[in-house]
């Protein structure tokens, strides 16, 4: 199981910026296109990329 030292390793505050600014980037794009937020989505989205980077370490 990962430990708390893990985590805030797989979110590195560097990509973690890059992560969220390019998602709340496609989310707003999104909203202006189809007129809809989906909070869940979004929040699935950020932290799938922190995810995505515990499996590799």
């Given amino acids: 199981m990962a430990s708390l030292n ?3 390793i797989a979110t590195n ?3 973690f910026a ?8 496609g989310a707003l794009t ?4 189809v007129g809809r937020f989906d909070i869940i989505k979004y929040l ?8 995505h980077r515990l499996v590799l370490i």
Avoid: E
């Fill in 44 to 51: 699935l989205t950020v932290v799938g990329w922190s995810w």
């Fill in 30 to 33: 999104a909203y202006y296109l």
């Fill in 6 to 8: 893990d985590w805030f």
């Fill in 18 to 25: 890059a992560t969220i600014t390019s998602s709340t980037v």
């Fill in 13 to 15: 505050p560097k990509t």
